[in-house]
């Protein structure tokens, strides 16, 4: 008995689709609900949007922290960071989704992403930094605050982990910060930040 496929979804058809309630990615064609966040995970990406929007105000940077995102991979992939910059100039002059849909097209409209791992750590180590480097967005931060990832990314013993990819000659480079090791980031190189700060949500 033949079964028949189930349709994949295109980029356009999931905005359309996208309730207003309720976290989804389109993976692939695929709908994808993420997990609720945790308290935790939402204080640790609110504490960053905070830190970042500190940094932007104090250097007087031509950067922004939308609440909402969705970065466009091809026809049929598109995520939700837990946190993103942007910047102004880019937008404005590259991205004719934005005013209307809050879509990113271009990895050079984006100066730095935040994923924050939940059970799900897979496509964060996975599937989105392959994405994330493939449309060039300079820095890409994972912040595995219960050190869930693989032990080939986090080491062995796992132990809370934030991971800082940067691209370097169209390759990410990765750092590892754990404890009160203070975070390198080239978008903010003054950010006045250790780990556990990061993992503490503050």
């Given at each position: 008995?033949?079964?028949?496929?189930?349709?994949?979804?295109?980029?356009?058809?999931?905005?359309?689709?996208?309730?207003?309630?309720?976290?989804?990615?389109?993976?692939?064609?695929?709908?994808?609900?993420?997990?609720?966040?945790?308290?935790?995970?939402?204080?640790?990406?609110?504490?960053?949007?905070?830190?970042?929007?500190?940094?932007?105000?104090?250097?007087?940077?031509?950067?922004?922290?939308?609440?909402?995102?969705?970065?466009?991979?091809?026809?049929?992939?598109?995520?939700?960071?837990?946190?993103?910059?942007?910047?102004?100039?880019?937008?404005?002059?590259?991205?004719?989704?934005?005013?209307?849909?809050?879509?990113?097209?271009?990895?050079?409209?984006?100066?730095?992403?935040?994923?924050?791992?939940?059970?799900?750590?897979?496509?964060?180590?996975?599937?989105?930094?392959?994405?994330?480097?493939?449309?060039?967005?300079?820095?890409?931060?994972?912040?595995?605050?219960?050190?869930?990832?693989?032990?080939?990314?986090?080491?062995?013993?796992?132990?809370?982990?934030?991971?800082?990819y940067q691209l370097v000659d169209g390759e990410y480079q990765i750092k590892l910060f754990r404890?009160?090791?203070?975070?390198?980031?080239?978008?903010?190189?003054?950010?006045?930040?250790?780990?556990?700060?990061?993992?503490?949500?503050?």
């Open positions: 008995m033949t079964q028949a496929l189930p349709k994949l979804m295109t980029f356009d058809e999931f905005l359309e689709w996208k309730p207003e309630n309720g976290r989804y990615e389109l993976h692939k064609g695929v709908i994808v609900e993420m997990p609720n966040p945790t308290g935790k995970h939402s204080a640790i990406a609110g504490f960053q949007a905070i830190e970042f929007g500190f940094e932007i105000r104090r250097l007087q940077l031509p950067y922004f922290i939308p609440k909402e995102c969705t970065i466009k991979f091809s026809d049929n992939t598109g995520y939700d960071p837990d946190a993103i910059v942007l910047d102004k100039q880019a937008v404005e002059t590259n991205e004719s989704r934005w005013e209307k849909e809050s879509v990113i097209t271009r990895g050079d409209s984006v100066k730095l992403v935040v994923e924050v791992v939940s059970t799900n750590w897979r496509d964060d180590y996975g599937y989105k930094m392959i994405d994330y480097e493939a449309l060039g967005i300079p820095e890409y931060w994972i912040v595995d605050y219960l050190g869930l990832g693989g032990s080939r990314y986090i080491g062995s013993p796992k132990q809370p982990t934030l991971s800082v404890g009160d090791k203070m975070i390198e980031s080239s978008v903010f190189p003054d950010l006045n930040l250790t780990a556990v700060q990061i993992f503490d949500g503050g």
